[in-house]
């Protein structure tokens, strides 16, 4: 069975070798920046626009709102009405997506090749004249609030509310104010983040799939590439998370039916540039065939519902944390069971065929979700908006398939203290 989850894995990391497509970058006068990937493997193409600035600008006052840009501006522009969006998302099979992270907006979709254009279209009218109208505002802002508001049951959702605001205070704030920022955003507030982020020159744009590269310059430089500059309010500093001590334990009481726990870690003086070897790691702990925390905490005791690792290196200090639910009786023997088995990685640590499986797993994983020209696109633009130097998919894979075992206990030695942050929700 490993044995053949390995071939898998090589076999797709070889197709994507073979099939990946070369990427072309374009920069217009006005700043706004293009990549295309053109491949003929399939009759799909996927889009990734990104808009640099994210929740990393939101001031106290403002946190929790930036995400109603996106969602306002998708309600109607000067040329098409709310109704008439839905129509054309729909037409182009439903596929669009809109989203915020730390550093970005995203719109993202795939279509059919022949109906790029028709996307492109689309997403330059909403990001280039969109009205704002007060009345579509409020139905932005009573959405917002009603996921929030429908968040609070699930101990997955609270769980990660409650991590980020312990970990990161700087940044997140608890539903209660988001709710309250949200009720208090105005349009001419909107309009003044607006102006100040979605220009040209904030913006990247990655085409990947079956697509004719040099037809969609010329469409993309006579619309995204010839729009002028939008910013009428002065360019914001960006935030840094203070350094301060992490509680011991730290529980929150009230309002679901189930537990979450959380049971993390600062990632100090980590360059994010080696998260291959937290990809490795956390695949020893939970992979498609178990791994240990699955085998011993879910698998063997029965404890959980579900138990994954996971990392965040949006923000410095870095985080590398266990996310676990469970029966509220459970959650203490759940906290014991899962550091039992992180502390076991110092004293047992990852057998060379624990190795083996964890970065079969990691790079099959991967070749399968970059198959999706969108996941393509998205790595493309996410790597020029940030303007690092990151792995390519292909060093990438490389990098995963190249990690020694040295390598890996050096980083369970430094990084898998003797006492850990246990955040619970209950």
């Known amino acids: 069975m490993k044995r053949t989850f390995y071939i898998l894995a090589l076999f797709l990391l070889l197709t994507w070798g073979m099939a990946h497509p070369q990427t072309s970058l374009y920069r217009f006068d006005n700043g706004f920046t293009l990549s295309i990937s053109e491949s003929a493997e399939s009759g799909l193409a996927g889009m990734s626009l990104l808009i640099y600035g994210g929740t990393q600008f939101e001031t106290v006052q403002e946190r929790g709102t930036y995400r109603l840009i996106l969602d306002t501006l998708m309600r109607g522009t000067q040329h098409r009405t709310a109704d008439d969006i839905s129509l054309h998302i729909s037409q182009l099979g439903d596929s669009v997506d809109t ?53 609070e049951d699930s101990p997955l959702h609270v769980g990660f509310d409650f991590y980020r605001v312990v970990f990161y205070p700087d940044f997140y704030a608890s539903p209660e104010e988001r709710i309250r920022n949200i ?45 002028p500059q939008l910013q009428t309010a002065p360019k914001r500093e960006i935030r840094k998370q203070q350094p301060g001590r992490l509680p011991g334990f730290k529980e929150k009481r009230g309002g679901i039916t189930q537990a979450g726990i959380i049971i993390g870690t600062r990632l100090e003086d980590f360059d994010r540039r080696d998260t291959v070897l937290i990809e490795v790691v956390n695949a ?84 399968i979700l970059y198959q999706s020209p969108v996941k393509r696109a998205h790595y493309e633009s996410e790597r020029l908006i940030r303007g690092e130097q990151v792995l390519s998919l292909e060093e990438r894979f490389e990098a995963i398939d190249g ?19 246990t955040l619970v929700v209950r």
Do not use: C
Not at 185 to 204: C, D
């Open 284 to 367: 020893v702990l939970d992979n498609s065939l178990g791994g240990r925390l699955y085998e011993e905490v879910r698998e063997k005791s029965g404890l959980v519902y579900s138990i994954s690792p996971y990392f965040s290196i949006r923000i410095q200090p870095y985080t590398w944390f266990i996310l676990a639910t469970t029966r509220k009786r459970n959650y203490n023997r759940v906290i014991r069971e899962t550091e039992r088995v992180l502390q076991s990685l110092t004293e047992e640590p990852p057998s060379d065929e624990e190795l083996y499986l964890a970065k079969s797993y990691v790079i099959t994983r991967l070749a």
């Open 183 to 227: 009720e208090k955003m105005e349009r001419n507030e909107l309009l003044i983040l607006y102006r100040t982020f979605f220009t040209p020159g904030n913006m990247v744009l990655a085409l990947s799939g079956n697509l004719d590269g040099e037809k969609m310059v010329r469409f993309v430089s006579t619309t995204f590439g010839s729009d």
């Open 99 to 151: 989203y915020i992270r730390g550093d970005y907006w995203a719109i993202e979709a795939t279509v059919a090749s022949e109906n790029m254009h028709l996307l492109l279209e689309l997403v330059h009218d909403l990001i280039r004249h969109p009205l704002f109208l007060d009345e579509e505002l409020d139905k932005s802002k009573n959405i917002a609030i009603q996921t929030i508001r429908t968040q």
């Open 403 to 421: 990690v020694e075992r040295e390598e890996v206990l050096q980083f369970i030695n430094r990084y898998i203290p003797g006492a850990w942050t």
